[in-house]
């Protein structure tokens, strides 16, 4: 039942190719729905123009789905928020759009949301939550940083990738290898069925808490050439242990550099999120590194990892009770 202190907010997410909506009634995400674009399977990745395209198809029936599946009303809405940056410009400009067309019809707030801030925030959904202050290893397609989260919105950047992201590696890792877009969770999928000792990949040795991954990506691929050259059935016979292989690299150079974050800071509440903590070895990795050191570990629910609409939501729903809005002029970014 609605009364007058409910605050309803309506969340867009469109930063890549996922069109997400969701619904945060007082500070609980009460519907998260997600819209993907299959077109991009047939070119092997995710083509910029057809996403924002998509994006205009897809925001008006998923609002409406949303919409009735919570019995909401387009009255009820007491602020928008959307993506606001970094992402693929286009899709940010269909969802900002958007989003200004919605506040502005119903008089209502607009909230801008910064996408990684988002993926931090994804840990205030359900219980149990972090306290501040926290180290978050944010892991995703286009990102890869150590934050130290010492409130909602005051964050410091201890360090992130100075090249390609491990999301990226994974992609790049699963096309050498023959795999489908998307293929960073075909690699998790294959991985798990494989040996992660049975082939060494290198892991990174740059000093300091900063990732690179475009040495190792360099590395695989040399090495998948010249064993294809020599056994041309290499990949088919060794899929799961090459799988398991560059994922454990991958993977273990995260792990690296957050255990020397956390001992340069002294944190033990210890969180991971982004579209890569879904997978199932890097989870599983992380609890068993957080057990091993007396960390307290948090890792969003599955839905809330991958780009979705619940996480923009409850970043939105702390900007409101501060009162941070933006104006109608305000212009999305591709990055910062």
Not at 49 to 75: F, Y
Not at 142 to 169: N, Y
Not at 185 to 209: C, E, M, R, T, Y
Not at 233 to 255: G, R
Request: one cysteine or more; glycine letters at 8%.
């Amino acid at each position: 039942m609605l009364n007058q202190k409910d605050i309803i907010i309506l969340a867009i997410e469109s930063s890549c190719d996922d069109t997400a909506v969701a619904i945060c009634k007082n500070g609980k995400i009460i519907c998260n729905k997600v819209a993907s674009q299959a077109i991009h399977e047939q070119y092997g990745g995710v083509v910029p123009e057809l996403a924002s395209r998509a994006h205009q198809s897809n925001l008006v029936p998923l609002v409406d789905v949303v919409l009735k599946q919570t019995g909401i009303e387009l009255p009820m809405i007491s602020a928008v928020a959307y993506t606001a940056g970094p992402g693929l410009i286009g899709s940010l400009m269909v969802g900002s759009s958007f989003a200004k067309a919605m506040a502005m019809s119903l008089d209502v707030p607009l909230i801008g949301i910064d996408h990684m801030q988002a993926h931090i925030l994804a840990h205030f959904i359900d219980d149990p939550k972090p306290t501040f202050p926290f180290i978050n290893l944010t892991v995703s397609g286009g990102h890869t940083q150590l934050v130290l989260m010492k409130s909602e919105f005051d964050a410091e950047v201890l360090g992130e990738t100075i090249d390609d992201a491990a999301g990226e590696a994974f992609d790049k890792a699963a096309k050498i290898l023959g795999l489908p877009y998307p293929g960073g969770p075909l690699i998790d999928v294959h991985g798990s069925k494989g040996n992660p000792n049975a082939f060494d990949f290198p892991i990174s040795q740059l000093p300091g808490l900063n990732y690179s991954f475009s040495g190792l990506k360099t590395s695989f691929l040399y090495f998948i050439n010249k064993q294809k050259t020599q056994y041309p059935s290499f990949v088919d016979e060794h899929l799961s242990d090459i799988a398991a292989s560059v994922q454990h690299a991958i993977v273990e150079q995260l792990l690296i550099k957050l255990k020397l974050a956390c001992k340069q800071v002294g944190i033990t509440q210890v969180a991971l999120s982004g579209g890569v903590s879904a997978n199932s070895y890097l989870r599983k990795r992380f609890a068993d590194m957080g057990i091993q050191l007396g960390w307290t570990t948090y890792i969003p629910d599955f839905q809330y990892c991958t780009d979705n609409a619940g996480m923009i939501a409850i970043a939105a729903w702390f900007k409101y009770l501060k009162g941070q809005f933006e104006p109608l002029t305000a212009s999305p970014y591709a990055r910062k």
